[in-house]
Nanobody, 124 residues
């Protein structure tokens, strides 16, 4: 069982940056694949980024590639999402997700554990 708590969301102007954090409980965090997803009003939850336990497997959605960076600190049981050059279309609730094992999923169905979400609003 893993519990996830996101933080770091807020209001930022277009072109600005934010760093989201996701703190995980549990002693086996390092054996989990971690992902970030987002959901805008009226839209389905979509994949943003994911990283395997070793960091070798890292994936990004095309819409954020080159602007967002996912990283993790297994010693602190924390995964981060650094978001640069933010755009109004990045506005959404951002969710952290975890899945035990080595497979690094890029779909909602690929993750068993979810945080409560943190709001990111980018003004134009």
């Amino acid at each position: 069982q893993v519990q996830l708590v996101e933080s770091g969301g807020g209001l930022v102007q277009a072109g600005g940056s934010l760093r989201l954090s996701c703190a995980a409980s549990g002693r086996t965090f390092s054996s989990y694949a971690m992902g970030w997803f987002r959901q805008a009003p009226g839209k389905e939850r979509e994949f943003v980024a994911a990283r395997g336990w070793s960091g070798v497997s890292t994936y990004y959605a095309d819409s954020v590639k080159g602007r967002f960076t996912i990283s993790r600190d297994n010693a602190k049981n924390t995964v981060y999402l650094q978001m640069n050059s933010l755009k109004p279309e990045d506005t959404a609730v951002y969710y952290c997700a975890a899945q035990p094992g080595t497979a690094v999923g890029r779909t909602v169905a690929g993750y068993s554990y979810w945080g409560q979400g943190t709001q990111v609003t980018v003004s134009s």
